[in-house]
C-alpha cells in the first residue's frame, strides 16, 4: 500500500473554481483521485479541469448558499458518481473589516459562508450510500483562528468555529468510520492574498511578510496537506487541527 496513493478515489472539493481549491484539485488528481469539482463559476472550473491530470473528473455548479439543498445535492452526485471517499471544503470568504465598521450582515454571512455551509456538507457525507468506508472530510480554516490579528474579528471567529466544529464531528462520526480534520493555512499566494495586499501599504504588507520564517507559501504546500489527511498515511487520525503557515503561528 503507497501511504498517499488516491488512486480510484472519489473527492469533492469546493471552492475549486480557483486559489487553494483549484490548487487542490490538481493535486488530487496527480495522485489518482477522480475529482468533482464544484463553485459557482462553471468556467473557472473548465479552467480548474484544464489543469488537472488524467482521471473521471466531473464539474458540478452549486451555490453552497443554498443551506439547506446541500443534504439533497450530496445525495444526488453520489447515486451519479458513487460514493464519495473525500471531501475538502475550500470554498470560503474573508472580509477586512475593523470592528467599528462591522455589520451584522457581513457578520452574518461570514459564518453562513465559512461555517453554515461546512456543518451542511458534513450533514450531507454521512448520509446512507453517501460516503465509502474509512471516507475523510478536510476543512480549511486559517492560522486566523489561532493568531489575532486587527480588523479581521469576523473571519476569525468563523475560522475558529471550524476548529471546534472538526472535533465535534470527529467523535460523533468514528463510530461511522468518517474521519474530520482540519487544515489551519497561513497566508499563501492566492487572489485572496491580492485582495489583502489592496488594503495595506507597501511597508505593512513587508512587515507581514517578515513575519513568515519561510516566507509566504503557495495553494500546492496547502493543498499537499489536504492530500495527506485525505490519504492512508493518515489513517489514524482525526479531530485534529494541521497547520501549514511556514513557522508563522511557531513565534
Not at 28 to 56: F, N
Given at each position: 500500500?503507497?501511504?498517499f496513493?488516491?488512486?480510484?478515489?472519489t473527492?469533492?472539493v469546493?471552492?475549486?473554481s480557483?486559489?487553494?481549491?483549484?490548487?487542490?484539485?490538481?493535486v488530487?488528481?496527480?495522485?489518482?483521485?477522480?475529482?468533482?469539482?464544484?463553485?459557482r463559476?462553471?468556467?473557472?472550473?473548465?479552467?480548474?479541469?484544464?489543469?488537472m491530470?488524467?482521471?473521471?473528473?466531473?464539474?458540478?455548479?452549486?451555490?453552497?448558499?443554498?443551506l439547506?439543498?446541500?443534504?439533497?445535492w450530496?445525495?444526488?452526485?453520489?447515486?451519479?458518481?458513487?460514493?464519495?471517499?473525500?471531501?475538502?471544503?475550500?470554498?470560503?470568504?474573508?472580509?477586512?473589516v475593523?470592528?467599528?465598521g462591522?455589520?451584522?450582515?457581513?457578520?452574518?454571512e461570514?459564518?453562513?459562508?465559512?461555517?453554515?455551509t461546512?456543518?451542511?456538507?458534513?450533514?450531507g457525507f454521512?448520509?446512507?450510500g453517501?460516503?465509502?468506508?474509512?471516507a475523510?472530510?478536510?476543512l480549511?480554516?486559517?492560522?486566523?483562528?489561532?493568531?489575532?490579528?486587527?480588523?479581521?474579528?469576523a473571519?476569525?471567529?468563523?475560522?475558529?468555529?471550524?476548529?471546534g466544529?472538526?472535533?465535534?464531528?470527529?467523535?460523533?462520526?468514528?463510530?461511522?468510520?468518517?474521519?474530520?480534520?482540519?487544515?489551519?493555512?497561513g497566508?499563501?499566494?492566492?487572489?485572496?492574498?491580492?485582495?489583502?495586499?489592496?488594503t495595506?501599504s507597501?511597508?505593512?504588507?513587508?512587515?507581514?511578510?517578515?513575519?513568515?520564517?519561510?516566507g509566504?507559501?503557495?495553494?500546492?504546500d496547502?493543498?499537499?496537506?489536504?492530500?495527506?489527511?485525505?490519504a492512508?498515511?493518515?489513517?489514524?487520525?482525526?479531530?485534529?487541527?494541521?497547520?501549514?503557515?511556514?513557522?508563522?503561528?511557531?513565534?
Amino acid at each position: 500500500m503507497l501511504p498517499f496513493d488516491l488512486t480510484s478515489r472519489t473527492v469533492l472539493v469546493t471552492g475549486s473554481s480557483s486559489g487553494i481549491g483549484r490548487e487542490m484539485a490538481i493535486v488530487l488528481s496527480q495522485l489518482g483521485a477522480h475529482v468533482i469539482l464544484t463553485g459557482r463559476k462553471p468556467a473557472e472550473l473548465e479552467s480548474t479541469r484544464a489543469q488537472m491530470g488524467d482521471g473521471d473528473h466531473h464539474i458540478e455548479p452549486f451555490d453552497l448558499i443554498d443551506l439547506e439543498a446541500i443534504p439533497d445535492w450530496v445525495k444526488r452526485l453520489t447515486s451519479r458518481f458513487g460514493p464519495l471517499h473525500g471531501m475538502v471544503h475550500a470554498a470560503g470568504i474573508r472580509k477586512t473589516v475593523a470592528l467599528r465598521g462591522l455589520s451584522l450582515p457581513t457578520l452574518q454571512e461570514t459564518f453562513r459562508v465559512n461555517v453554515d455551509t461546512a456543518v451542511m456538507l458534513a450533514k450531507g457525507f454521512r448520509q446512507k450510500g453517501c460516503c465509502a468506508k474509512n471516507a475523510s472530510i478536510v476543512l480549511i480554516s486559517s492560522v486566523a483562528a489561532l493568531s489575532g490579528s486587527s480588523a479581521a474579528c469576523a473571519y476569525a471567529a468563523s475560522k475558529a468555529a471550524l476548529i471546534g466544529l472538526t472535533r465535534s464531528l470527529a467523535i460523533e462520526l468514528a463510530s461511522e468510520r468518517i474521519r474530520v480534520n482540519c487544515l489551519c493555512p497561513g497566508i499563501v499566494n492566492t487572489g485572496m492574498t491580492d485582495d489583502i495586499r489592496k488594503t495595506l501599504s507597501d511597508e505593512m504588507f513587508a512587515s507581514l511578510v517578515a513575519q513568515y520564517p519561510l516566507g509566504i507559501g503557495t495553494a500546492w504546500d496547502v493543498a499537499c496537506g489536504a492530500a495527506y489527511l485525505l490519504a492512508e498515511a493518515s489513517r489514524w487520525m482525526t479531530g485534529q487541527t494541521l497547520v501549514v503557515d511556514g513557522g508563522f503561528s511557531a513565534q
